[in-house]
Every structure is written in structure tokens, then in C-alpha cells.
């Protein structure tokens, strides 16, 4: 079985969207259904074949929160070594061309977010700055061309 590696606020944001998958969005959309049904010949019926859409959508993402959470190994940032970036830590990098600053907390794909300051581990920057110390460099092939980036510090 896979361990699927998460912080706790990564955790708490899947469950949250389970339970709102269960509880709301579920018997909504079951409403939808039989609203859609009681409107006749099913054969033409486009608010039939949407809910139809919808409720496979929502089965679908049921089973997929449940695998993850049941597989979620929680990370706790707080308890990682600061020599190494690995999952779950918070890094700063410096342009090495620019001298512009950035901060990236690694996670998993569930939980990135370039605007949170949150990026993949499975990103090609995430990939880059994985198992990297204070003082390495590393290069990133953006569309824009290469760029260098300096670990400054994990925090």
C-alpha cells in the first residue's frame, strides 16, 4: 500500500472535502436527479444527463479522498531536520541573476499552491530543490529559459 505523504492542514482540508461531498453536494445532486427525472423522457433530457455527469464526478472524488486519507501519511513540518529540504519543509530561495526572494513550503500535489507559498514536490522546482542544503545552487528549465536559484535557508 502506497503512503501518501501530507501535512496536517493538507489532512484536514481532504476531510473537509469529504464531508462536504457526503453531506451536501451528494444529496443535492440525488435531488437533482430525480428532480431532472420526474421531468419525462430521460432520452432528451440535458438536466438528466448533467446531474447523471455530476453524480459520477462525485463518486468518483468520494473514492479518491477516502484512498488518500486512508493512506495519508501526516507530516509534521515542525519535526524536520533543517540540514536537507525534504517534504513538508519551508525553504527561501534567492534568484541567483534577480537577488529576488521567494518562500515555497513543499507538499503534494493536493495541496500546492503557488499563491500560498505551496508548491509540489512533483513540480520540476519542487523536484529541484528536494535533498538540496543551505548554500546549494540549483537550475530550473523554465519556458523562459534557465534559471538559478540559491537555498538560502530552510526554515
Excluded: W
Excluded at 30 to 37: G, H, L, N
Excluded at 71 to 86: E, F, M, R, S
Excluded at 130 to 142: F, M, N, T
Aim: aromatic letters at 4%; one cysteine or more; hydrophobic letters at 35%.
Amino acid at each position: 500500500m502506497e503512503r501518501v505523504p501530507i501535512t496536517r492542514a493538507g489532512y484536514e482540508n481532504l476531510k473537509k472535502e469529504l464531508v462536504n461531498l457526503k453531506t451536501i453536494e451528494r444529496p443535492q445532486n440525488i435531488k437533482a436527479i430525480e428532480e431532472a427525472r420526474a421531468h419525462g423522457d430521460l432520452s432528451e433530457n440535458a438536466e438528466f444527463d448533467a446531474a447523471k455527469d455530476r453524480q459520477a464526478f462525485i463518486e468518483g472524488r468520494i473514492q479518491e479522498l477516502g484512498y488518500k486519507l486512508g493512506n495519508a501519511d501526516i507530516i509534521d513540518p515542525d519535526t524536520l531536520p533543517k540540514d536537507k529540504a525534504v517534504f513538508g519543509c519551508t525553504v527561501i530561495l534567492e534568484n541567483v541573476d534577480t537577488g529576488e526572494e521567494v518562500r515555497y513550503q513543499l507538499v503534494g500535489p493536493d495541496e500546492s499552491s503557488i499563491e500560498q507559498g505551496r508548491i509540489s514536490v512533483s513540480s520540476p522546482l519542487g523536484k529541484a530543490i528536494i535533498g538540496k542544503k543551505p548554500g546549494d545552487e540549483l537550475v530550473l528549465q523554465a519556458p523562459g529559459g534557465k534559471r538559478c536559484y540559491e537555498l538560502v535557508e530552510i526554515l
